[in-house]
């Protein structure tokens, strides 16, 4: 009996392997198995309560990210992460082939104030990019602001910048640590000396001038209270006016609701220095109000020209009182309209560029010309018009990719776009109105041949029958055998468009010999309007059914299979990659959820989280409430389940998505997980959502990631002349 006994039991086992192995009935994935003994995470007995439904919240004192046992918790995760990472032969080798491939010039897009030029420049390896100024476009540039001289280690960064009319003063901001805080200052263009002009506690604000340069528009918040920088909710935005040479407490307030909380504003001064305009937005809706004042007329009021969250509508331009937007009132895909704000009824609105085919992304208005940029089927054309609406020229772009840019003043003659593609590094061009034709300003030199990748544009079903647009890239001469390593990647909401960009990190993972796949989600933007409310809220799910539907198809195709499958994306795509995760785990190989939303039932609790409910819906909301619970990432892991490897990435001082959501998540993962493969989390110090990351950090973190792949697909490449096969660490 004993001996029959142990036969079953050992026959269970073997099952129990290949169950958490398996590609289905009769294969297996084939990749190691770990053995790893994951830092101990206590268990409370928090319970909350949602529509009568009690919901388990276990690891909720991993939210204290400063607490003794959280810090304890996030060192031991550290350490078996990066003991784990340092044994892969192969992450010292793509670590310096990233590094060399990193290390070359780039240029943003020049803006012109007054009779300057400002643009930035990284030479290479510079943790920032350095502001520019230079007096003509054959003229010496020189150094108006090195972020690098804030911080030793690059984590101060330069976030967004403003030029008075005349050129002669710069308004930056800067975060420190990556955080969504930012602090302003003013600079002197002329001697390059700061004045003595601070203000702090803004956040998701520019700056705009007023023409006298006097003083400029901000917003901000109220200081939040100590402890509580990077959690606290952020309500309550207001719109100030600094005036130079002042101290911050005395800037004026220009706007503000006291009686709705989860406003935002948006303040900037018209082209041509009569009017404040103000775009008021509630959370990351892409339906926002515009209001207005008149300047120079201190009796003037502000004025409430679109005062319903309805449509989308943009400021373009104005003549007189003639305002141009880009709206999607009664056009999903985007149209231009003229209001007169002396007769401001719909029914007197005049239509200048009707809704395309295409869907309207951006529109800039310069040399009296509008220049409209539209995406069709996920990349960019460019069409200019009369600012009557007559079509003038397409814009000749050099291939299939990306533009923007195309900055400028009605009276402009020339402006400045940048193109990229998967294999076309993002290069700037000079583009002349007269003319209409386009001349490089800077072609970065990056050392690979591009003419060695191919990229290809397919279309696939999703589960309800929807057609999604999907971007293949990889060496030429990939052979279709069912085995190539390949990184689907995604997004898919906040009306987000993923179109074809150049990274180094992804060329490096096609150098090495994998696939690099994106399609085109619901959520995103698109196709526009219809497009991503097909992926928000109660539809939510389509979201993760198009991811799963494209990872389906490249197995169909036979690029690769389950087992040399990951999947990768960050924020809202980590959101996507651990949804993904939880419902098809066998369809994946491995997984990297980077800074995700992972709590969907908690998220609108934290900073600027109350402002996704538009997205997400909120679960306050009883039949939003099912549908967040019924996919929210921590609350459908289940023990004893065959997850794929994972390694999570997220940031201690990550103040958009909070870092509790990874370490939440990570610490079910590592219960629940059955299989024998490594379930890690990385936690970056000194960093936040990923804006403003120093290159240095960004490298390592890229080495990482493939090195990881590397490991857990079994993957044996070749980089830099040197083997490099998978071991176990």
Same mark, same amino acid.
């Given at each position: 009996?004993?001996? /029959? ?5 050992? %026959? ?31 268990? &409370? $007995? ?27 918790? =996030?060192?031991?995760? !550290? ?7 340092? /044994? ?5 080798? +793509?670590?310096?082939?990233?590094? $060399? ?6 240029? *943003? ?11 930035? /420049? ?21 150094? %108006? ?8 280690? *690059? ?40 004045? /003595?002009?601070? =203000? ?33 909710? !952020? ?11 002042? @101290? ?34 509630? #959370? ?21 020209? +679109? ?13 007189? @009182? ?11 895909? !985007? ?17 200048? =560029? ?8 951006? +529109? ?24 009557? #609406? ?9 291939? +299939? ?6 900055p400028g003043k009605r009276k402009d003659m020339e402006t400045f776009y940048v193109f990229s593609s998967f294999t076309v590094p993002a290069t700037v061009y000079h583009f002349d109105l007269k003319t209409g034709k386009s001349t490089p300003f800077h072609i970065p030199e990056v050392k690979f041949h591009p003419y060695d990748y191919r990229t290809t544009q397919v279309f696939y079903t999703s589960k309800d029958g929807t057609r999604v647009p999907m971007f293949i890239t990889h060496k030429k001469g990939l052979e279709l055998n069912g085995n190539n390593p390949t990184v689907l990647y995604g997004y898919g909401g906040f009306n987000v468009s993923l179109t074809p960009g150049f990274s180094v990190s992804k060329l490096v993972w096609m ?59 960050? &924020?809202?795509?980590?959101? %996507? ?24 039932l908690r998220f609108h609790k934290f900073t600027i989280g109350h402002a996704w409910t538009s997205d997400y819906g909120s679960p306050e909301d009883l039949e939003e409430f099912k549908a967040l619970h019924a996919y929210s990432p921590l609350h459908n892991l289940e023990p004893g389940t065959c997850y794929p490897a994972t390694l999570v990435t997220t940031a201690d001082h990550d103040d958009r998505v909070v870092p509790a959501h990874s370490f939440k998540f990570t610490a079910r993962l590592q219960a629940c997980q059955a299989d024998e493969v490594p379930v890690l989390i990385r936690i970056e110090t000194k960093a936040g959502h990923g804006a403003g990351k120093p290159t240095s950090k960004r490298i390592e973190e890229a080495a990482d ?14 980089? &830099?002349?040197?083997?490099?096969? @998978?071991?176990?660490?």
């Amino acid at each position: 009996m004993r001996e /029959k006994t142990f036969i079953t039991t050992l %026959l269970v086992l073997l099952l129990l392997v290949q169950g958490c192995g398996s590609d289905g009935p009769g294969g297996f994935r084939g990749v190691d198995r770990y053995i790893i003994i994951y830092p101990e995470a206590k268990k &409370s $007995d928090t319970v909350d309560e949602y529509h009568g439904v009690k919901v388990a919240d276990p690891y909720r004192w991993l939210e204290d990210e400063d607490s003794d046992d959280t810090r304890a918790w =996030i060192e031991a995760q !550290n350490r078996i992460t990066s003991a784990f990472l340092e /044994k892969i032969p192969a992450r010292d080798s +793509i670590r310096k082939r990233l590094t $060399d491939l990193w290390n070359y010039e780039r240029s *943003g897009i020049p803006t012109r104030k007054g009779n300057r030029y400002f643009f930035t /420049k990284n030479d290479g390896l510079q943790n920032q990019s350095v502001l520019y100024t230079m007096d003509s476009l054959d003229g010496t540039p020189r150094v %108006l602001l090195d972020p690098n001289k804030f911080s030793t280690d *690059g984590t101060i960064s330069l976030g967004a910048t403003a030029v008075s009319e005349d050129g002669k003063l710069l308004a930056y901001s800067t975060s420190t640590g990556g955080s969504d805080w930012r602090e302003w200052r003013v600079r002197n263009v002329d001697t390059g000396k700061d004045l /003595k002009d601070h =203000i702090r506690w803004s956040k998701f604000s520019d700056a705009s001038w007023t023409h006298d340069g006097k003083g400029f528009y901000y917003s901000r918040y109220d200081a939040p209270r100590k402890g509580e920088e990077l959690q606290s909710s !952020n309500y309550y935005q207001k719109l100030y006016y600094h005036q130079i040479g002042t @101290p911050q407490a005395e800037d004026v307030v220009v706007y503000r609701d006291p009686d709705n909380k989860e406003l935002g504003f948006g303040g900037f001064v018209t082209d041509d220095g009569k009017y404040l305009g103000i775009h008021v937005r509630k #959370g990351t809706a892409q339906e926002n109000m515009f209001y207005y004042k008149q300047l120079g007329d201190p009796r003037a009021r502000v004025v409430k020209l +679109i005062d319903k969250f309805e449509a989308s509508f943009e400021f373009l331009d104005n003549d007189g @009182p003639i305002f141009w937007f880009k709206t999607s009132k009664d056009a999903p895909l !985007n149209r231009v309209v003229a209001i007169d704000i002396r007769n401001p009824d719909p029914g007197h609105w005049k239509e200048i =560029i009707p809704e395309a085919e295409e869907t309207l992304r951006g +529109i800039s208005v310069v040399g009296n010309r509008f220049i409209a940029r539209y995406l069709k089927d996920a990349y960019t054309k460019v069409k200019m018009f009369k600012l009557d #609406g007559t079509f003038v020229q397409d814009v000749l772009l050099p291939g +299939i990719g990306s533009a923007g840019g195309f900055p400028g003043k009605r009276k402009d003659m020339e402006t400045f776009y940048v193109f990229s593609s998967f294999t076309v590094p993002a290069t700037v061009y000079h583009f002349d109105l007269k003319t209409g034709k386009s001349t490089p300003f800077h072609i970065p030199e990056v050392k690979f041949h591009p003419y060695d990748y191919r990229t290809t544009q397919v279309f696939y079903t999703s589960k309800d029958g929807t057609r999604v647009p999907m971007f293949i890239t990889h060496k030429k001469g990939l052979e279709l055998n069912g085995n190539n390593p390949t990184v689907l990647y995604g997004y898919g909401g906040f009306n987000v468009s993923l179109t074809p960009g150049f990274s180094v990190s992804k060329l490096v993972w096609m150098e090495m010999g994998g696939v690099f796949a994106q399609p085109s989600l619901r959520g995103g933007g698109e196709y526009g309007k219809k497009w991503h409310e097909a992926g928000t809220r109660l539809q939510k799910q389509n979201v993760f059914d198009d991811f799963i539907a494209a990872a389906e198809w490249l197995i169909h195709k036979n690029y690769t299979n389950p087992s040399k499958l990951a999947i990768f994306g960050g &924020s809202n795509g980590g959101l %996507l990659v651990g949804a993904c995760m939880i419902q098809r785990p066998e369809l994946f190989g491995a997984c990297l959820p980077a800074v995700g939303v992972m709590d969907m039932l908690r998220f609108h609790k934290f900073t600027i989280g109350h402002a996704w409910t538009s997205d997400y819906g909120s679960p306050e909301d009883l039949e939003e409430f099912k549908a967040l619970h019924a996919y929210s990432p921590l609350h459908n892991l289940e023990p004893g389940t065959c997850y794929p490897a994972t390694l999570v990435t997220t940031a201690d001082h990550d103040d958009r998505v909070v870092p509790a959501h990874s370490f939440k998540f990570t610490a079910r993962l590592q219960a629940c997980q059955a299989d024998e493969v490594p379930v890690l989390i990385r936690i970056e110090t000194k960093a936040g959502h990923g804006a403003g990351k120093p290159t240095s950090k960004r490298i390592e973190e890229a080495a990482d990631r493939w090195a990881f792949l590397v490991q857990v697909l079994g993957m044996t490449v070749k980089m &830099s002349g040197t083997p490099a096969p @998978p071991s176990t660490p």
